[in-house]
Structures are given as structure tokens and as C-alpha cells.
């Protein structure tokens, strides 16, 4: 996380900073959800009720769960599809969520900085452009896409990964055949979560927990706004 911080400074050519806490959670997960493409992996909903006060309070713009899916053998892993080793793109409550998978084998040296392997926070990086990427594209902003690396000249190192191509994405610093440059728009720098303290009159609402009875949660939402402005 610290080598996270400080790459992704340099990578956006000091246009976003990154500061970070982290919390160690004992509750176990009770739920853990399923899809086609990629098999078991950790959904904000898995997680909402462990982590949703911790987020609300630091006012986090963005979370990664990084967690262990087998047991101390390495042998018992939870059934996953095409070895991925980090999840990114969703969001809970519109706060960016990734999720960096750590086994006790087979993918542990990922997160090693040694002479062969010298850019170890490249998934913390990947997953988090991934939330920059959805952001643009969901208020119509066109940009290459996160993984058309190779259709713009860059290719894997063993040892150094993507390194190149992130930092062309984070600076906008990727050259096309006709010599623009694109990729992500510097403005997505200033794109953060709303958070309670952005607001004078915050009303709580739990956001944690399902409603019962959409209309009537609806309706406690308009009264409480209508009590603050008579106040």
C-alpha cells in the first residue's frame, strides 16, 4: 500500500495523492457471491455490514479488500475462475471497491518487490484505474479502455509489468497513430464521493441495511427533509 501511495502520485503526475488506513477484520464473512466469468469472489453486499460504519466514518473515496481465499494449506481454495488476482470496477454506495485476492501459495510472490519482480502494487493500481475508468465512461466520457493496452503498442514485462502503459493512462500520455494523446481526463481527479461533512444538513439513512418497505423508507426520507428546513 505504501509503494501504491506513492506510485500513484508519480503516475498522475502529482494530480491525485493518496492517503490510507488499514483495518484488520476478525468478524467472518457470513455470505460470498458467485458469477459466471469469475467464479466465488468477495461483493460489497458480502461486506457491507463489517465495514459500512468504518467507511462512513473516515469518509473513504475508495476501499480494497484484500483477503486469503484458502485455508493455511493453500489446498482448500474457494473455487475461482481464471486465476484472477484482483476485482475492480464496483462500487458500494458509490465509493469505489476493489478486491486483491492473496494466497497462501501459487500468487504470493505477485506482491514481492525482488530483482525479478520490481512493480509488486501493479494490482492495487489496475483495480483502482478500473474505478477511474467506470467514473469517465459513466458520465460519457470517451477513453481507451483499461485493458487495449496492446492495440496502443504496450506489452507485459516479467519485470516490470504494465508500469508504462499505467502511467500513460494516469497522465494522458498514450500517443495514437495520428499523434493525440488520450487517455484518463484529469478531471476525474476531482470526481470524489459525496460524503456527509460535504453537507450542511445531512439526513442519516441506513444504507446497510435492506428496506422493508421501499415507499414507507421513501417517505421517512421527505419527512425528516421537511423537518430540517422548517427548523
Do not use: C
Amino acid at each position: 500500500m505504501e509503494r501504491y501511495k506513492n506510485v500513484a502520485t508519480e503516475m498522475s503526475e502529482n494530480q491525485m495523492s493518496v492517503t490510507y488506513k488499514i483495518h484488520e477484520i476478525e468478524e467472518p464473512l457470513t455470505t460470498i457471491s458467485y458469477e459466471e466469468e469469475h467464479g466465488y469472489y468477495i461483493d460489497p453486499y458480502d461486506t457491507k455490514d463489517l465495514i459500512y460504519d468504518i467507511v462512513q466514518e473516515n469518509e473513504y473515496d475508495h476501499i480494497f479488500i484484500v483477503a486469503r481465499m484458502e485455508d493455511e494449506s493453500g489446498t482448500y481454495s474457494i473455487p475461482i475462475k481464471g486465476n484472477w488476482v484482483g476485482l475492480g470496477a464496483m462500487d458500494m454506495y458509490g465509493i469505489g471497491y476493489s478486491i486483491i485476492r492473496i494466497n497462501k501459495n501459487g500468487n504470493t510472490s505477485l506482491y514481492e518487490y525482488n530483482s525479478f519482480h520490481k512493480f509488486p502494487e501493479e494490482v492495487y493500481i489496475h483495480e483502482f484505474l478500473h474505478s477511474l475508468e467506470r467514473t469517465l465512461q459513466e458520465r460519457g466520457y470517451e477513453i481507451p479502455a483499461l485493458h487495449d493496452y496492446e492495440q496502443y503498442g504496450y506489452f507485459e514485462s516479467d519485470v516490470t509489468g504494465l508500469e508504462d502503459w499505467y502511467a500513460d493512462y494516469m497522465s494522458r500520455n498514450i500517443e495514437t497513430s495520428s499523434g493525440e494523446k488520450i487517455g484518463l481526463y484529469s478531471d476525474v481527479y476531482l470526481m470524489k464521493p459525496y460524503h456527509a461533512s460535504d453537507f450542511e444538513y445531512a439526513v442519516e439513512i441506513e444504507f446497510n441495511k435492506e428496506p422493508s418497505n421501499v415507499i414507507e423508507e421513501i417517505r421517512a426520507i421527505f419527512k425528516a427533509l421537511k423537518s430540517v428546513f422548517i427548523k
